[in-house]
């Protein structure tokens, strides 16, 4: 969707930082996501880990 936003900006303004910038934010956006995906995921093992020394 940022993409989208930030190529309808560039399209408008003709301004290339905008674009750069609301692409970049989508990549943080994005390693943001994959890093909380990990962590629960790693949260899940943990989890079935104890379960199963129970």
Do not use: C, H, P
């Amino acid at each position: 969707m940022i993409k989208q936003i930030a190529w309808n900006t560039f399209k408008n303004t003709g301004s290339i930082d905008s674009y750069l910038e609301l692409t970049k934010v989508e990549n943080i956006e994005r390693n943001i996501s994959k890093k909380l995906e990990k962590k629960e995921l790693n949260n899940v093992e943990q989890n079935i880990k104890k379960d199963i020394q129970l």
